[in-house]
């Protein structure tokens, strides 16, 4: 299989506890990003990453969320001291580099890994 | 700041109809995204739109693009129970915008 994955693809916490989720994308793409979504919402946008760099973070995410990409191929999203409203899907994605119209080309989705905190 | 609205929200068909959902997008932005969702599932590529005029086709499935008019279009003929989901537009800015979704129900 050589589409997105994302482990793991359920997990459930307690409030207060870390969590840590792996993402590994298509492996020749070399931007990654993740997303949340609830339920009834269009995903919203975390961070993203060109190679190992992180180049943009939603300044709606707060600092107990912290995302790596060391190596430029698979990523880590922890959140510590969870919460409640943390509970979601959280996506990871994948896109090749900008294309000649120097626009960025499409992303391919993972499976998610959904957080219940309780 | 770009924003991406979709309409509506919520729709339920029978087989058989033609309907057309609508995404509107705020800012310039000439790459346009269509997306599906199954329920617990993640997001499958529909269409990518690059230019004004774009028209692209999938089976029953049609989506194009107007950036004057700042709008793209997912019109769905011949409407098959199959295609039920949660169908998203997604705009480019730095990231893609996202539109908060139609959930689309085609009763047999």
């Known amino acids: 299989d050589t589409g997105v994955s994302q482990d793991p693809r359920h997990k459930i916490t307690k409030r207060g506890q870390n969590v840590t989720f792996r993402c590994d994308p298509i492996s020749e793409h070399n931007r990654l990003y993740w997303y949340r979504q609830t339920l009834g919402q269009g995903p919203e946008f975390l961070t993203y990453f060109q190679n190992e760099a992180q180049l943009e973070k939603s300044r709606l995410l707060s600092d107990r969320f912290s995302a790596e990409r060391p190596k430029g191929s698979f990523s880590t999203l922890e959140i510590q001291r969870t919460e409640q409203g943390d509970s979601a899907m959280y996506l990871c994605?994948?896109?090749?580099?900008?294309?000649?119209?120097?626009?960025?080309?499409?992303?391919?989705f993972g499976q998610g890994t959904r957080l219940t905190v309780v | 700041e770009l924003k991406v609205e979709q309409n509506p929200l919520f729709l339920s068909m029978q087989e058989g109809k033609n309907y057309t959902i609508y995404c509107n997008y705020s800012?310039?932005?000439?790459?346009l995204y269509w997306y599906r969702q199954d329920p617990g599932k993640s997001l499958e590529s529909l269409f990518v739109l690059l230019s004004n005029g774009a028209v692209k086709q999938e089976g029953r499935l049609m989506a194009s693009l107007d950036t004057k008019a700042r709008l793209s279009t997912l019109h769905i003929t011949a409407a098959v129970h199959d295609l039920s989901a949660t169908y998203f537009c997604?705009?480019?800015?730095?990231?893609?915008?996202w539109g908060a979704g139609t959930k689309l129900i085609i009763k047999p």
């Open positions: 994605a994948s896109s090749s580099t900008i294309d000649r119209e120097g626009m960025n080309t499409e992303a391919f």
């Open positions: 997604a705009a480019r800015d730095y990231q893609l915008i």
């Open positions: 800012t310039t932005s000439d790459r």
